[in-house]
């Protein structure tokens, strides 16, 4: 993985300010969608349904900070010794989280709109806006990276303590509150209260994580802020700065239609190494996994584990929890970062367009083929029937779609990320290959 940057007092000062003001967009996001009346999200079902029982004396904002010390407490008790004492700021982030919430209520109580046709679809309207700044909070959040708000804490350290998969823990959490909100609605009101939770709460649980992995891509503008500007690489000597950067060219292709065949070809004729199973093997070297392991795992995300890593919305800080997938991501990109600064290189698909999308005299290439092509490829590749391969090839196509949408947010096959789209089923290996040997060396490339 790639190195920890030691960070100054300054910008941990920084940080924290900043998640400070984050916490009041979350919270305002939250109390937006709650006055949707439409269901409140996973996290606010038992406190928002507590603070609507008719003689209650306390606010929404209180039963949040309660909710929030059991949170606290628990992890206390269940890591025991292994609690660090950092994480006792939860408490403090319990309380303003809970002032924040009683504000955004007050705030926000004038906005709900009746049960007419266009009452209900400005209450939708609503949601959607209160999810959305919910989401954008979270990414803040995750970008802040200094603490967890109580409620996701506590998942993560039953993941820690039980080793499940935080994403499984992560939704029975959320599936365990939304069920202690219903067993109060019917405990105090009797029956089940829509109102409280509702189709809103579903539609939460889906579009909020969504959402965090959109705006996740688009606030760099906060690494700005916090970060302060003291890199070495700016104070150097004009004299003393690389003049030539190495050329390298990335190869994002769809299966059956020859993309590594060409990168090989294409790295022949350039004299120049080719990345692809040589990064697997860096990988397992440097997570202490096996090849086999790594090969299965890296750019494979499945229709079932994108839902999973939805419902999990990334509101962990990958510097607090990282899953193997997401493991095998960060060592990949430093493996590509790094060989991408020493030498004219070809790197075989693994989101390098989008890892080296900044990078100086870095040629991005995208490779596709129709269906009858690549089938026939695959199929005598592999020994099997062209509709064998067929579904084989859909089937990797949609895995590598997820797994690049998973990690940069983007489109797999927009053409907007590459530089060079080439349909090798119009034009042959051989020619696609005198096509980037062209292009890479007489366009200029000063992205």
Known sequence: ME?????????????????VFVLFIIAFGTSLSIRANLGSSPISCPPYVLSRIPYTKYSMGFYVFCMHIFFVLSQIVMLRKNFKKIQLLQLAVSLLFGVYTDLTMWITSFIQFDDSVLGYSL????????????????????????LLLPGEGFPLTISKVTHIDFGKVKICSDTGLVSVGIIFCLAFFGQWRWELIGIGTLFSTFFVGYMVRKFSHCINWLDKIVIPNTEPSEQLEPHLKKTKEPLVITISRQYGSGGHEVGEKLAKRLGCKLYDKKIIDETAKELGLTYEFVSEKEQNISTGQLLKLILTDKSVPKSMYLSTEDAIFVSQSSTIKRVAEQEDCIIIGRCANWILKDRPNCFKVFIYSDMDFASKRVAEEHHISKEKAQIMINQTNKQRTNHYWEYTGERWTDARHYDLVINTSKIGIEEAVRLIDNMANSTPISL
């Open 123 to 146: 209450r939708w309207l609503q949601l959607i806006i209160g999810g959305s700044i919910l989401a954008y909070g979270i990414a803040l959040e995750v970008r802040c990276d200094v």
């Open 3 to 19: 190195n920890i940057r030691t960070r100054s007092f300054q910008e941990l000062l920084r940080r924290y300010i900043a998640f």
